[in-house]
């Protein structure tokens, strides 16, 4: 089965840090990789997405993540983390064939110190 | 005004009680799930609908229906409630044109409590 490993349960940095958040995903052709956060009391939003391309992908909010298919890789990156930051991160990988189904990581918790 | 809303946001019942989370959408997408989620374990898929007619079961659909009452509207009930649904639960759509990537937007969540 397609699965999305996030190995970082919990991360902290202090404001103005770089930051790393980690993703695996299963090997599959064509992955569709998606990064999505979610803020205390709220929903998901797309931070960004991967089909094709540029394997540097830029997002939202200062975010990037690199997608490299030798690592099965797909981690998200900002050079200078600020306190709203702070906040669940989601990766998650489009299943096979035409379901078009999200599948998720377990997320890693990001907490900003001041 | 949110294009998902979810209803209720908070909700505290008992067990065995039968629950209904309702889901709305406004962005014309044909395509709507219902996730939960759990602690370290992320979002699992409990049922999803590609139209009216379409309904299918996800990786946790035991103990959970959904009703499909038009294509703006998928609703999730639990018919007898027990602690282990606990959780926060999703309403999602997604459009299927090929450029969206299958990307989902979310509601802001339900958030079920059973005693």
């Known amino acids: 089965a397609q699965s999305v490993t996030q190995p970082d349960i919990h991360i902290t940095v202090s404001e103005g840090a770089s930051l790393e958040l980690r993703c695996n995903y299963s090997?599959?052709?064509?992955?569709?990789l998606f990064w999505y956060v979610q803020s205390p009391g709220q929903g998901l939003q797309l931070l960004l997405k991967y089909f094709s391309g540029d394997t540097l992908v830029q997002g939202i909010k200062g975010f990037e993540a690199e997608f490299k298919r030798s690592q099965s890789s797909f981690n998200l990156r900002k050079p200078s983390v600020h306190w709203s930051d702070a906040a669940e991160y989601f990766c998650?990988?489009?299943?096979?064939?035409?379901?078009?189904?999200?599948?998720f990581g377990s997320g890693t918790q990001l907490t900003v110190l001041p | 005004d949110a294009d998902v809303t979810q209803t209720p946001r908070n909700r505290i019942t008992k067990t065995g009680k039968r629950i209904m989370l309702e889901c709305s959408q406004t962005?014309?997408?044909?395509?709507m799930y219902w996730y939960r989620q759990d602690p370290g374990l992320g979002l699992r898929l409990i049922y999803y609908s590609f139209d009216v007619k379409d309904i299918n079961k996800g990786e946790i659909s035991d103990g959970y229906s959904v009703s499909r009452q038009a294509q703006a509207k998928f609703s999730l009930s639990l018919e007898s409630a027990i602690p282990n649904q606990t959780a926060l639960y999703f309403c999602a759509t997604s459009d299927p044109d090929r450029s969206s990537f299958g990307e989902l937007f979310f509601g802001e969540g339900s958030r079920l409590t059973v005693l």
């Open positions: 090997y599959g052709a064509t992955p569709y």
């Open positions: 962005k014309g997408h044909d395509r």
């Open positions: 998650a990988r489009r299943a096979a064939g035409s379901a078009r189904q999200l599948t």
